[in-house]
């Protein structure tokens, strides 16, 4: 009997599991709960999001995407939502599926019926709205150095060493608005190019405790099942890391957060006041 639960703690994983709904998300919690009992030696932690009907939603929800790994299990139907979701997912390299696949698709194929996915019909099309959807976009496309060669046509860069919540902060000031990219500092890899040349946005660097770095490193670590990567969470090397990032900012001079004990919200509203002094400032 020993030996059975022994060899089950070994073989066992744990997942994360995000469920996203447009209503209750008893859709969605029905089939993930049963999928997961077919499973063995797996431990599941489950994330849910209710009610899930404007588009402004999207960003946060991607925000904690960005934080953990995990798979996607999402039943939002309406057109533009479903799209930012899900293009969200695949620029960070998360699996994700539609609640209703495959079995709708093969009941369309089956019936000859046509599948008519509903546009969102609770949010407004004016222009704050079109200009969400835009910094939604160009969010998504310029995170993580993605498009790093191109970056004059953000509203703020966003710098900092890996894990120092670059992601979840671009992904809030989407949501209002605001065209954000981030780039990530590599240790022993000069910056790109593009980022000392630019001109017209803000550029804010982000940084974080050496020791709560540490933590939020190595829980990545075991959320990806790494054990080979040592030094991504080495402490010696991360107050070195640390270090050189800071050293960068000021020459640069750069302004700098420090995202240890903030939230997400509220280094985000920093960066929005930020844009807002330079704004009356005329810079």
């Not at 588009?55 to 939002?76: K, M, N, R």
């Not at 900012?249 to 807002?276: K, N, Y």
């Amino acid at each position: 009997m020993m030996k059975e639960k022994g060899r089950k703690a070994e073989h066992s994983r744990t997942i994360v599991l995000y469920l996203v709904s447009h209503a209750s998300g008893e859709l969605v919690e029905m089939l993930a709960r049963n999928a997961v009992t077919q499973l063995t030696g797996l431990e599941v932690k489950r994330r849910l999001w209710k009610m899930v009907r404007h588009l402004d939603q999207v960003p946060e929800i991607l925000g904690t995407f960005a934080s953990s790994p995990g798979y996607v299990l999402h039943s939002i139907s309406h057109h533009d939502i479903r799209e930012a979701l899900e293009e969200g997912c695949r620029r960070l390299n998360l699996p994700y599926q539609f609640a209703l696949e495959p079995l709708l698709g093969r009941l369309a194929g089956y019936s000859g019926a046509t599948v008519q996915f509903h546009n969102s019909s609770g949010d407004a099309f004016d222009e704050d709205y079109y200009r969400r959807v835009e910094a939604m976009k160009y969010t998504l496309a310029h995170d993580d150095g993605i498009g790093s060669d191109d970056l004059e046509g953000a509203d703020v860069i966003v710098v900092g060493v890996s894990r120092a919540t670059k992601t979840p902060t671009c992904m809030y000031l989407a949501s209002r608005g605001i065209k954000a990219a981030n780039v990530p500092l590599v240790p022993g890899a000069p910056p790109p190019l593009a980022l000392l040349h630019v001109r017209k946005p803000l550029i804010v660097g982000l940084t974080v405790d050496p020791v709560r770095l540490a933590m939020v490193r190595a829980a990545r670590l075991t959320a990806l099942q790494d054990d080979t990567n040592t030094d991504y969470a080495d402490i010696d090397g991360l107050r070195k890391e640390v270090l050189e990032a800071r050293r960068l900012f000021i020459r640069r001079g750069w302004p700098i957060i420090d995202a240890t004990h903030r939230s997400i919200e509220q280094t985000a509203s920093m960066i929005v006041e930020m844009l807002r002094k330079r704004a009356i400032e005329g810079h």
